[in-house]
């Protein structure tokens, strides 16, 4: 079974810094993407940004220059620094990757549980 466990939501002002942080556990032959996603109150889950295993990096448009995503391969662990934080960056922040569990089962994709994010203004 494959878990991931967030960490580092919370609130903070306008203008100010987190750091999430996620860890994979379980049976896990090879991780592939990792990323994260953020759903607001009535709105779709977005992507925030996703890193393959190599480190090439993706952001949305919205984050980029103030976000800057990372991972620890050997720690299966993936980070998102987050600074200038905007009140509408307030969401529910989830980790994801994309994995194989055993060397004979297919790609699939796994979520974390979930970590609040909430900038005042």
């Known amino acids: 079974q494959v878990q991931l466990r967030e960490s580092g939501g919370g609130l903070v002002q306008a203008g100010g810094s987190l750091r999430l942080s996620c860890a994979a556990s379980?049976?896990?032959?090879?991780?592939?993407?990792m990323g994260w996603y953020r759903q607001a109150p009535g709105k779709q889950r977005e992507l925030v940004a996703t890193?393959?295993?190599?480190?090439?990096?993706n952001y949305a448009d919205s984050i980029k220059g103030r976000f800057t995503i990372s991972r620890d391969n050997a720690e299966k662990m993936v980070h998102l620094q987050m600074n200038s934080l905007k009140p509408e960056d307030t969401a529910v922040y989830y980790c994801?990757?994309?994995?194989?569990?055993?060397?004979?089962?297919?790609?699939?994709?796994?979520w974390g549980q979930g970590t609040q994010v909430t900038v005042s203004s």
């Open positions: 994801n990757a994309v994995l194989r569990p055993v060397v004979t089962a297919l790609r699939t994709s796994h």
């Open positions: 379980g049976i896990i032959y090879r991780i592939y993407d």
């Open positions: 890193i393959n295993s190599d480190g090439g990096a």
